[in-house]
């Protein structure tokens, strides 16, 4: 089992997500819930060594969990991961905008 | 959308050097920003502020009073005169017992251009993606309360405004 925190030379988060595949594989886990690798490789065009590969790249980064079911592995989403990437981003998107404001009353306002 | 970076459009209802102004001159900027830095703004100089509350709005002074005083470092990157300013800095980085010289930087960027009624000014944020993981939850343990408050005070403004 995964431990919840990373290391803080994990792969950055963004990179892993940066790709078609990946993409993908998040969208499925996200829509059809925890899915073994056997399932994730049908109907995508790439062995199952490919597919295993974008989701060890997706583990690593924190945003999917596996585990051991029989032979093959089940991969779910850790969406606490998720969200906390949209939230990082906004959050850094709303300080903007409040300095924008800022901005904007100094020039206009103000006797800059 | 791009996970790299962050970025903003708004026109300003004033002259181009005075935009400029507002933006190149560490004085002004740090006035609106709230950051009361050293010395003025030279190409390539790392420059050392304190945060101090803006003096353009007293609510968001307010919440920004418990940082005062704490450090605040930006590396100055480009200048061309009424056109575009940049530097790097690290966002969040105000654990004053925390080492951050060893980690990543975000660039940002101001560029100006004339437009109808005014400058348009693009401020965009960029190099999120090599930001640690580790680094990301400081965002949410600095001021948590405060960036509520102040998601407030912009959605306030949104709305007076109604900016596309």
């Known amino acids: 089992m995964r431990a919840q925190s990373l290391p803080a030379d994990a792969a950055p988060l963004f990179a892993a997500l940066g790709d078609r595949v990946r993409l993908a594989l998040i969208a499925r886990l996200s829509d059809q819930g925890p899915l073994p690798t056997v399932r994730l490789t049908q109907g995508a065009r790439l062995t199952r060594q490919a597919v295993t590969k974008h989701l060890k790249v997706l583990e690593d980064a924190g945003l999917v969990r596996s585990e051991r079911v029989g032979r093959d592995r089940a991969w779910r989403i850790e969406a606490r991961q998720l969200a906390r990437t949209r939230a990082y981003l906004d959050r850094i998107s709303a300080q903007w905008d409040a300095r924008i404001e800022r901005l904007r009353a100094f020039v206009e306002d103000g006797d800059a | ?164």
Not at chain 2, 38 to 52: Q, T
Not at chain 2, 68 to 86: A, D, L, W, Y
Not at chain 2, 139 to 163: C, M, P, V
Request: hydrophobic share 40%; glycine share 8%; net charge negative.
């Open chain 2, 1 to 164: 959308m791009s996970t790299d970076r962050i970025e903003k459009r708004i026109v300003l209802k004033a002259s181009r050097e005075r935009v400029w102004r507002a933006i190149s001159d560490s004085a002004r900027f740090g006035a609106w920003f709230g950051v009361d830095f050293d010395g003025p703004f030279v190409a390539g100089a790392e420059m050392i502020g304190r945060i101090m509350p803006t003096q353009v709005d007293p609510d968001v002074a307010r919440l920004q009073e418990p940082a005062r005083g704490m450090k605040f470092v930006i590396v100055v990157e480009r200048i061309e005169p009424m056109t575009r300013f940049s530097f790097c800095w690290r966002p969040f980085a105000i654990d004053p017992g925390h080492d951050y010289s060893q980690e990543p930087m975000t660039l940002v960027e101001f560029v100006l251009a004339e437009t109808e009624g005014g400058v348009l000014l693009t401020i965009t944020e960029s190099g999120f993606d090599g930001i640690p993981l580790a680094r990301r939850a400081q965002a949410f343990e600095a001021n948590e309360s405060g960036w509520e408050h102040q998601t407030r005070l912009i959605a306030k403004y949104l709305a007076r405004d109604n900016q596309p």
